[in-house]
């Protein structure tokens, strides 16, 4: 079953992003993929990561970025608690570390 305005992307994943950012429309939204946000980053292909930062810690389980990344600096550029503590952040990616 088709989802609605979605793509399914194979191949060459950051070129065929790359190719979807040149046509005319919206926004592009990855919801819940860090393997592909992990793929894009490099190519400067992310804009702003919307994050939700839960008031917990559990000590393990998937993490948006592992320890083989690129360290990179992302700018905060708004956040707003919820009534639950979880934290609606916005950042964009800023210069690399150096």
């Not at 393997?35 to 393990?60: K, N, T, W």
């Amino acid at each position: 079953m088709p989802w609605p305005n979605s793509t399914l992307l194979s191949g060459d994943v950051p070129a065929s992003v790359a190719a979807l950012r040149e046509q005319p429309g919206g926004n592009l939204v990855i919801m819940g993929s860090g393997q592909l946000i992990r793929s894009l980053l490099p190519h400067g292909l992310i804009d702003e990561l919307f994050l939700m930062i839960h008031p917990l810690v559990p000590g393990s389980g998937r993490r948006l970025f592992g320890p083989d990344d690129e360290a990179r600096r992302l700018r905060l550029v708004d956040c707003s608690p919820t009534a639950t503590g979880v934290l609606m952040a916005t950042y964009q990616p800023a210069q690399r570390l150096s």
